[in-house]
């Protein structure tokens, strides 16, 4: 148990710092401050829905939480627009 609870507090921790990344990196257009915002919303909203019921497991949704951070960074991160995405250009191969 104090297992599952450990990675449960290493995976929130790690969405919480991937989605304040993704504030101060990609916070230059409205279109990127949207799906990151709605990316915390949906975390926040499904830990909850969780939690409410009687077979919620923090597991589960530590684990969908860092996958939507993911997400969230491969949405704003193909961002075509160099004002929008400061890492274009970079890496070319």
Not at 24 to 51: H, Y
């Amino acid at each position: 148990l104090q297992g599952i609870v450990a990675v449960c507090i290493f995976l929130y921790s790690a969405s919480i710092i991937g989605i304040g990344f993704l504030y101060a990196t990609f916070d230059e257009c409205p279109g990127n401050t949207w799906v990151i915002t709605l990316s915390w919303l949906a975390i926040a909203g499904m830990t909850i829905l969780q939690l409410s019921g009687s077979d919620g497991s923090l597991l589960t949704s530590s684990v969908i939480s860092i996958y939507v951070v993911y997400l969230a960074f491969s949405i704003v991160s193909k961002n075509p627009t160099f004002e929008c995405n400061p890492h274009l250009g970079q890496n070319d191969v």
